[in-house]
């Protein structure tokens, strides 16, 4: 099995998983931020509807190189977007990102993969590296950031790993199945 295949099972369910917060993104609270440092729960929720498109472009070509620009333009591109709008993002985006994984071999995998920032280099690690750390575990980080937003705006968070204190029953309590 590749290492591309063993990780197709991981991706549907936390791609899955970041698609139930997205859903639960209030249109009233867009500009909405805890802290005077933090994003705007729709630059948050854009960002995370962004992943499919990391995921593509680290398997699509061998360097991503963004300048100030890039940057400041990929900030901008949240604005006047609704939920409807992050979660048509999200989803047009993930199947092409899913396909590209999945036709991943062992020397995809193993290929280098470089981000440059400004021309410095940022990122210059393997693939499935990169994919592990920049596309899983990034997502994964800023997926439970939003589960705060929203639990902050009064917001049932879906369960991930089990049911969300949300989700509780009393039975599901008493087991001690909580996630």
Not at 90 to 107: Q, T
Request: hydrophobic share 40%; net charge negative.
């Amino acid at each position: 099995m590749s290492p591309s295949e063993k990780l197709l099972s991981e991706f549907d369910e936390e791609f899955a998983a970041t698609r139930g917060f997205l859903e639960r993104v209030p249109d009233d609270k867009l500009t909405w931020k805890p802290h005077e440092k933090s994003m705007e729960l729709g630059r948050l929720a854009w960002h995370l509807a962004d992943f499919p498109e990391w995921c593509r472009n680290i398997f699509k070509d061998d360097v991503l190189k963004m300048t100030e620009e890039d940057g400041a333009k990929a900030m901008r591109a949240c604005e006047g977007k609704r939920r409807a709008d992050i979660l048509a993002k999200f989803d047009r985006e993930l199947p092409e990102a899913r396909a590209m994984l999945a036709k991943a071999g062992d020397a995809d995998m193993a290929h280098p993969w470089k981000m440059e920032w400004a021309g410095q280099v940022i990122i210059d690690s393997p693939r499935e590296q990169v994919f592990r750390k920049w596309v899983m575990n990034h997502m994964i980080h800023h997926r439970a950031q939003l589960g705060v937003y929203l639990r902050l705006n009064g917001i049932a968070i879906p369960g991930v790993y089990g049911p969300s204190a949300d989700e509780m029953t009393s039975s599901t309590a008493a087991a001690g199945d909580v996630g």
